[in-house]
Nanobody, 115 residues
Framework: QVQLVESGGGLVQPGGSLRLSCAAS????????RNWYRQAPGKQRELVAA???????NYADSVKGRFTISRDNAKNTVYLQMNSLKPEDTAVYYC?????????WGQGTQVTVSS
């Protein structure tokens, strides 16, 4: 059974940094992309960053230049390095793995940016 477990969220001041991790257990076949989504209160879930199976990356305009997605295949883990955090980055962040057959989701980790 596949499980995705996120960690690394927390409270940080504006301008600070956090690194989120998403560790996957189990085997997933035909992975198309590894993604980070976020959902702020009262808003729809949005795609923040993606790393495609070939290694290319995509980012939401709101985080370009501040967030970096990466993966460690040996550890079956995907990361989201978040720098220069802003209050509007406050949300629950979800790890997602999109395969040919289905999507897998983590439980989410809260990120709060506040002074």
């Amino acid at each position: 059974q596949v499980q995705l477990v996120e960690s690394g969220g927390g409270l940080v001041q504006p301008g600070g940094s956090l690194r989120l991790s998403c560790a996957a257990s189990g085997t997933i076949f035909s992975i198309n992309a590894r993604n980070w989504y976020r959902q702020a209160p009262g808003k729809q879930r949005e795609l923040v960053a993606a790393i495609i199976s070939g290694g290319s990356t995509n980012y939401a305009d709101s985080v370009k230049g501040r967030f970096t997605i990466s993966r460690d295949n040996a550890k079956n883990t995907v990361y989201l390095q978040m720098n220069s955090l802003k209050p509007e980055d406050t949300a629950v962040y979800y790890c997602n793995i999109a395969s040919r057959f289905r999507d897998y989701w983590g439980q989410g980790t809260q990120v709060t940016v506040s002074s």
